[in-house]
């Protein structure tokens, strides 16, 4: 299977702790090390995203932007 350049997909499964490995692949792509503190954010109707730590501030402000309009 291919896809888009710099796109990527994969499956991980959840553990009984609720813990789940980020591929190898993966790691190696984003630059993940042993140690790292990830970010990790939830919306209900988007779901799960875990973008690189650096990119936090903006990813946040994108995010809760839609808390602060709906009030």
Request: charged share 30%.
């Amino acid at each position: 299977m291919t896809h888009p350049e710099g796109k990527y997909a994969w499956t991980v499964k959840i553990g009984e702790k609720g813990q789940f490995v980020i591929p190898k692949e993966a790691r190696d792509i984003f630059g993940i090390k042993p140690g790292d503190t990830l970010i990790m954010l939830g919306d209900v109707e988007r779901g799960i995203a875990i973008p690189p730590k650096e990119t936090f501030t903006q990813l946040a402000e994108l995010v809760f932007s839609d808390a602060k309009e709906d009030k």
